[in-house]
């Protein structure tokens, strides 16, 4: 595989261990005991690996498949919502505000990648840019 493929594989696996950890630490009562399992294992595998801090912003990217849930389970909030049947009525208190759970989601969709791709673009060990934008003068200067 090449170097491209493989970084943004790693980006991948980061972004997925990090959805499974917070998506077993917001339904901890119900299955996130049982997410919590394949979250470790993933952060442990991914640890593990020589070069994995590449993809590591993948893990904030993480955070969007849950927020998206979120969004989408509180989709009538705000506030209060109603439903009646022929068996009565129903209602659910306490919504969140779906637009604030998708924009977080959002942000944090669309952070992941571009912190990936800067971090590529930086050189690894290069010289630090001066003040003008230009590298700062060699040591051993030409007489």
Do not use: E, K
């Amino acid at each position: 595989m090449t170097g491209n493929g493989r970084a943004w594989l790693l980006f991948t696996g980061w972004l997925l261990t990090g959805a499974c950890g917070l998506l077993a630490l917001l339904a901890a009562l119900s299955v996130g005991i049982l997410l919590l399992p394949v979250a470790v294992a993933g952060t442990a595998v991914l640890a593990t690996r020589r070069d994995t801090r590449q993809g590591l912003p993948g893990l904030l990217s993480g955070v969007s498949p849950p927020l998206f849930l979120l969004a989408y389970l509180n989709r009538h909030g705000p506030g209060s919502y109603c439903t009646t049947s022929a068996a009565g009525s129903s209602c659910t208190d306490g919504l969140l505000d779906p637009r604030l759970l998708l924009a977080a989601g959002l942000l944090f969709l669309g952070a992941g990648p571009v912190l990936f791709l800067r971090a590529r673009r930086r050189p690894a060990d290069g010289p630090l840019p001066g003040p003008s934008g230009q590298s700062p003068p060699s040591s051993g200067a030409a007489r």
